[in-house]
């Protein structure tokens, strides 16, 4: 019995003894692992000088055996993105900071503004949420303040104020003009400038243009510190439309207290038209009146202006062919180059330096330099003269629009196509319908039936149709 006691009392202080181990002699490679400490290395700095910069530095007080982050949350009176920024960024006021495994010293780059400001303004950075592995240390927050230099004066500006450098401008159409906007006074910063276009109903782009370009009719422009002028250039385009003279308004938006506007905040800019009619017209019954009094073959010397419509569009010959009719009468044009005037255009033309001559039996006038003209309308409709084929063979209405009534296509068999030369007829008579490989509806199959042709009055008393819709009609 005393024996099994003595036993179970040698366990009991057996087991007492090893519980009183000092944790200090722990066996080698069991020591606990002290984490690494993270500080900032200055608790103060200062920036002067406006877009100057500063690198704060962090330091670990070993080299980390692992990688890991660390938070840094900005603080205080100044701006981040107005004041100043940092390298790297900022994200909802705050900084993520990687830590390299073997790197144990960190720069965060802190970049003041570049705009003047007079006041002393504070950046506080406070350490937050280290890595398993880190600890933040006893130097956990640092100011970075941004205080005013004694170089820097301060800028007791009230603001600038900006005015047109005229009130009236008078060009001629085709003229470009710099227009000035003067600055008095100076602005802390880049401050906006918008300019406003009013129009008579002239079009951006057809009758002027700006640089900087408009957008929704306004300019927009920028005033930077120092400025004392501001300028944009106008753009008069010689459009060739005798449209009259015109005016255009500009006018300075409202600003705001950084630039207000003076007591000239509006310019007109008047344009002269330049693109005048002739009072020495001459019409082109006149025109081919010539024909007769000098044969088949006359050149014009000095200035010969016509007036009329064009009545042809893409089913003539080639590009350099154009038809025009006044109320007179109507002939064939060839320009020396590719005709710039439409189907509907109602010009003026200088038929100087061009050649009188008969061609294919039609007189016509060669060589024409004048190829735009003076635009006086666009999209001008003449009405065709209703005739008989006895009329059309008559040769009166050569180069004039024509309209023959109850006509049909002999030839026409459900395949034939408007291109080529074919016959109409109304059983008694019959004339020739012409349609070049150029006309939009060269590829349109010749319609059964009784119909109307409208066309004009062409070589060897042949009739042209310009337009498949308004021109073949049932």
């Excluded at 079009?203 to 306004?218: C, I, N, Q």
Aim: with cysteine.
């Amino acid at each position: 019995m005393f024996s099994k006691f003595s036993t179970f009392l040698t366990l009991v202080l057996g087991i007492g003894v090893l519980g009183c181990v000092d944790e200090n002699e722990l066996e080698p490679g069991l020591e606990p692992v002290s984490k690494t400490s993270i500080d900032f290395v200055d608790k103060d700095l200062f920036i002067e000088s406006a877009g100057d910069s500063l690198p704060l530095g962090i330091s670990l007080d070993q080299m980390p055996t692992t990688d890991g982050q660390v938070s840094i949350q900005l603080g205080g009176t100044a701006r981040y993105g107005l004041d100043y920024t940092t390298n790297p960024s900022a994200e909802d006021g705050v900084i993520e900071l990687p830590i390299l495994k073997g790197k144990q010293f960190y720069e965060v780059a802190v970049y003041r503004s570049s705009t003047l400001d007079t006041t002393d303004r504070q950046v506080s950075l406070t350490l937050l949420n280290p890595s398993e592995a880190f600890q933040l240390g006893t130097e956990k927050v640092s100011n970075m303040h941004l205080v005013k230099s004694l170089s820097e004066e301060p800028n007791n500006s009230e603001g600038a104020e900006v005015n047109f450098a005229d009130s009236f401008v008078h060009l001629v159409e085709g003229e470009d003009y710099l227009i000035e906007l003067t600055i008095e006074g100076s602005v802390e910063h880049t401050v906006p400038l918008t300019i406003s276009i009013v129009t008579d109903g002239r079009v951006y782009g057809t009758h002027f243009t700006t640089s900087p370009a408009s957008v929704l009719g306004e300019i927009d422009l920028e005033v930077n510190p120092g400025m004392e002028s501001v300028f944009f250039s106008f753009n008069s385009i010689n459009d060739r439309l005798s449209l009259g003279t015109f005016e255009i308004l500009f006018q300075i938006n409202d600003l705001n207290d950084d630039l207000t506007v003076g007591n000239n905040p509006t310019l007109t800019v008047k344009i002269e038209e330049d693109d005048v009619v002739s009072n020495e017209l001459h019409s082109i019954a006149e025109l081919r009146a010539k024909f007769e009094e000098h044969g088949d073959q006359f050149w014009l010397g000095d200035d010969y202006f016509i007036k009329g419509v064009i009545t042809s569009g893409s089913n003539v010959q080639d590009d350099k062919i154009a038809y025009i009719q006044d109320s007179t009468g109507g002939i064939f044009l060839r320009f020396s180059s590719e005709r710039m005037v439409t189907l509907g255009d109602h010009v003026q033309l200088n038929l100087k330096g061009a050649t009188g001559a008969l061609i294919n039996g039609q007189k016509g006038m060669m060589d024409v330099n004048d190829l735009v003209g003076i635009k006086i309308a666009e999209k001008v409709y003449v009405q065709p003269e209703t005739i008989t084929f006895e009329d059309l063979h008559s040769g009166l209405y050569q180069g004039k629009k024509v309209r023959i009534d109850n006509v049909f296509f002999p030839q026409a068999n459900g395949v034939r196509t408007f291109e080529g030369s074919w016959a109409i007829s109304n059983d008694h008579s019959g004339a020739t319908v012409t349609t070049y490989s150029g006309a939009e509806f060269s590829g349109v199959v010749l319609p059964n039936g009784t119909l109307s042709i409208i066309g004009i009055v062409g070589d060897w008393g042949r009739i042209l149709p310009q337009t498949y819709a308004q021109d073949i009609r049932r």
